[in-house]
């Protein structure tokens, strides 16, 4: 049976962007670092966003092409306060809207190599 998501896992050409990003600016805490023994470089990281949910990058010597077509879509982060994340990522121009169906306030980014990021808040207005 499956007990809840673990993680989502991307490829990346800079583990600095994902770095400045999702740790820097968003606060995740980078629980595990993938490291090669022999060279001792870090090709990866394993990253909490709290309640068991993770990010794992892992770093690519092949250019990564961002625009093309695959079937991922987005990720998405639950804040206790939307209006303070749209702050804090000003630079990024977040704009709050509800969602059409299920009336959730939410706002979409790209992270520092172009993937859509989510940030949501349930309030009395949410349908779920």
């Known amino acids: 049976m499956i007990k809840n998501l673990s993680h989502i896992s991307f490829t990346t050409n800079s583990l600095k962007k994902v770095y400045n990003f999702y740790v820097k600016l968003l606060g995740l805490r980078i629980v595990h670092e993938f490291v ?3 060279t001792k470089e870090v ?3 394993f990253l ?3 309640n068991n949910t993770y990010l ?3 770093k690519s010597t092949k250019k990564i092409n961002f625009n ?15 209006k303070k ?3 804090k ?9 509800r969602g059409k169906t ?3 306030l939410q706002f979409m980014i790209k992270d520092n190599e172009g993937n859509l990021v989510e940030f949501h808040q349930r309030d009395k207005k949410s349908k779920f």
């Open 89 to 97: 990522l000003k630079s990024k121009k977040p704009i709050i809207t």
């Open 68 to 82: 093309q077509k695959n079937s991922f879509r987005h990720i998405c982060f639950e804040t206790k306060d939307l």
């Open 56 to 58: 794992e990058f892992f």
């Open 85 to 87: 994340m749209a702050k």
């Open 102 to 104: 299920d009336n959730i």
């Open 48 to 50: 909490s966003s709290n």
């Open 36 to 38: 090669n023994h022999k």
């Open 43 to 45: 090709y990866g990281y």
